[in-house]
Nanobody
């Protein structure tokens, strides 16, 4: 079982960069850690995910090439580097985890961190 806590949200301007961090408590070597976001008035959407090794990483089309998911060397945080930010990236960003097998659901969630991008 893992516990997740996001940090790093801020108010920035279009074109800026920002790094979000997801502190992970517990061993997650058999999990996939992902980032999701929910913009005002919209459904929650997938942003990026990775496994422990980094051999499997995934990005949504809307952020591919601008956002990068990574983990720290200690393995107790999964970061999301946001670059070339756009106003449409404004959302609450959530960290989530699921077991690394096909039938697993995203069963663990953090409380979210707000990112606001002004034009």
């Amino acid at each position: 079982q893992v516990q997740l806590k996001e940090s790093g949200g801020d108010m920035v301007q279009a074109g800026d960069s920002l790094r979000l961090s997801c502190a992970v408590s517990g061993s997650w070597s058999t999990y996939i850690i992902g980032w999701f976001r929910r913009a005002p008035g919209k459904e929650r959407e997938f942003v990026a995910a990775r496994d422990w090794t980094g051999h499997r990483t995934y990005y949504s089309d809307s952020v591919n090439g601008r956002f990068t998911i990574s983990r720290n060397s200690a393995g107790n945080a999964v970061n999301l580097q946001l670059s070339s930010l756009k106003p449409e990236d404004t959302a609450v960003y959530y960290c989530a985890a699921k077991r690394a097998h096909a039938a697993a659901e995203w069963g663990y969630w953090g409380q979210g961190t707000q990112v606001t991008v002004s034009s």
